[in-house]
């Protein structure tokens, strides 16, 4: 969806019809609206405030001031997971109200619009305890003979959606590759070693690391709670099944190029699902940091990393002479 930045070219032709002037209209418009709807979802997050701002701000440095759609599939991901941590305390369906619901399914529609990927997120709909608590409690009630019938009703359901989708894809052949290119150090290419990147791949290594260490401290130390065991297990596998998705999805498409196709970057803003995970290890072990020192680390993070990128963005430009901004690493 290139709305804002189109609106943007829009305006910059109507002040003068330049190529520059109406890109960096473009430009201009995908930065105010990501700051100003980003600004709104930050304030009404109350679980992971920084660790969002860290996730999409490091994460999203090339694109925020930038023509790309992908500013509008930031702020509709955000929304998402901003909404979807809200729907986690409501215990009861019943408890949602007309708003929350109507808001809820107007995200949901609105994935129409922005990178297909970002639909596996629906995955994480299954770890509500709204949800899957009621679910579980007739699972649990049902007799020794209901239960097995269950179990057979389930596996006749997974042994159906396997041969059909086995007939247009090798699932086995899929899950080999997977193995192949993200868990032998010998057989990944160059992307998928910097599968973890957040941080621009223009800068070092070391860097990303030093940024998944902090990323992972602020969320354990922004907020003390107890997240559900079954929205732990669900949230977390939910990057697991973007991750697989997405090479499937390749794969089909061509399954040469499947693994120099998926970057990082169609993983990172699904590390905040990660949150309930880390924010639950931080309550057990009785992690503390104060607000305060929350804030500043974030902070700092922030400014660091984006000098960096600076200054390796116009050494490679205007020293090395080479592409400024990204790598290629296929």
């Not at 019943?94 to 808001?103: E, N, Q, S, W």
């Not at 949230?235 to 970057?263: E, K, P, R």
Request: contains cysteine.
């Amino acid at each position: 969806m290139h709305l804002p930045g189109a609106i943007g070219v829009l305006i910059a032709r109507l002040i003068y019809p330049s190529l520059g002037i109406m890109d960096y209209g473009g430009r201009i418009a995908n930065l105010i609206c990501f700051s100003l709807i980003f600004y709104f979802l930050i304030k009404k997050n109350e679980h992971a405030k920084w660790s969002m701002i860290l996730i999409f701000m490091v994460g999203g440095i090339q694109k925020i001031f930038s023509p790309s759609y992908d500013v509008v599939s930031f702020l509709v991901f955000s929304a998402f997971v901003v909404n979807l941590s809200d729907l986690v305390r409501i215990e009861k369906i019943r408890d949602v109200g007309l708003k929350k619901a109507i808001y809820t399914i107007f995200l949901i529609c609105s994935f129409y619009f922005i990178k297909s990927n970002y639909i596996f997120a629906f995955f994480a709909l299954l770890g509500l305890p709204m949800l899957y608590r009621p679910v579980i409690d007739k699972v649990r009630k049902l007799s020794s003979l209901g239960k097995t019938f269950l179990s057979m009703l389930i596996i006749g359901i997974i042994s159906v959606a396997y041969l059909f989708l086995n007939k247009k894809m090798s699932i086995f052949t899929i899950i080999k590759k997977f193995i192949e290119n993200y868990m032998n150090v010998e057989l990944m290419g160059n992307n998928a070693k910097q599968l973890w990147q957040v941080v621009p791949t223009t800068l070092p290594i070391f860097v990303n690391i030093l940024f998944i260490l902090i990323l992972f401290i602020v969320m354990m130390g922004e907020l003390k709670a107890t997240w559900a065991t079954g929205t732990v297990i669900i949230f977390s596998l939910t990057y697991l099944v973007n991750w697989f998705g997405i090479l499937a999805g390749f794969f089909i498409d061509s399954a040469s190029l499947a693994s120099t196709n998926l970057q990082g970057r169609y993983l990172s803003p699904f590390l905040f699902f990660f949150v309930p995970f880390v924010q639950n290890l931080g309550k057990k072990f009785n992690f503390t940091m104060s607000e305060k020192s929350v804030r500043r680390l974030s902070v700092w993070t922030i400014i660091i990393i984006s000098v960096l990128y600076l200054v390796v963005t116009f050494y490679r430009s205007y020293v090395l002479k080479i592409t400024p901004t990204w790598t290629n690493n296929a």
